[in-house]
């Protein structure tokens, strides 16, 4: 199964859910046929009328399958009368924009020891040995247990984030790393690794945001990220940085840490996208930017199959 690639689509044909929900039958000419699910979400929840897509796909340590599924989730909770600006950064995970720091989680920095080394053990072996298709297949799997992590913790501080204040403020991230690259900031050969990392962390991070922000109902709004780190957040000129300037001090008399001020420049512009926010989260309800829409909507499932 899966031979040639590492992952079939389909939509609503060419499949079909047992009565009980507990395994799939393909019935294409791929010759797939019955597959047994096991996994921890109960599909008795959903109609089958809900599940739009189904994918299968080859990870290192076996075959998922996904339902991608239509259930418009959304949640009433209570406006919290917060708005907050954040700034994702290579040091700390995110600043928000009252200087509150999230610090990058400590698997990231191990795992990516951990990939150096299996990655390293992969080039040793002999091309085309046993040794090194079983190097390979380790280092697939530590792959996959951090991107694992990873997930799982963006999941969580977004969801968090989200149902803290009213209105989220982050930066386009796709400016941004345009601007980093004219920069030049990440020339160095093992930056290259880190931002990689990093990059992939921080678009799911913002996707989930914006997923949570359409479930609880909450504005995510991304902002233009230029000179987000030059301006003074308090009277808005230029205050000229490096890189390595930590703190920004302005002539106003503004002293901040340099991510809390671009953190508080980020939301700052947030809010002006939106124009007015109201005492009501009502008020901003409809306010939704057109930058959002990856998740509306849709609900990825997974379930590992045997
Ligand atoms: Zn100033």
Known sequence: MLKDSRSVEYKTTGWKLADDRKSITF??????????L????DLHFYQINQIKRVRLVKRSDGVYVQLCIDVNRSEDIEPTGNTVGLDVGLKEYYTDSDGLMVENPKFLRIGEKVLKRSQRRVS????????????????????????????????????????????IAYE???????????????????????????????????????????VFKRVTVAVNPQYTSQECSSCGVIVK?????????????????????????????GLGTVGHIGTSALDVGNAWGDETSTLFGESLIEQVMS
Do not use: P
């Open 124 to 167: 040793k072996k002999v091309k085309g040995s046993n040794n090194r298709s079983k190097a390979r297949q380790i280092l697939g799997k530590r792959h996959l247990k951090i991107s694992r992590q990873r997930k799982d913790h963006a999941v969580k501080l977004a969801r968090c984030v989200v149902q803290s204040n009213d209105l």
């Open 38 to 41: 096991k996994g921890t979400r």
């Open 27 to 36: 019935s294409d000419k791929k010759g797939i046929g019955r597959l047994k």
């Open 241 to 269: 940085k490096t890189l390595s300037t930590r703190t920004h001090v302005c002539s106003c008399g503004c002293v901040l840490d340099r991510d809390e001020n671009a953190a508080r420049i980020i939301l700052s512009r």
């Open 172 to 214: 386009d991230l796709r400016i941004k790393n345009m601007v980093l690259a004219k920069r030049g900031a990440f020339s160095a050969q093992n930056h290259c690794l880190a931002k990689s990392i990093n990059d992939a962390s921080w678009y799911q991070f913002h996707v989930w945001v914006e997923y949570f922000g359409k």
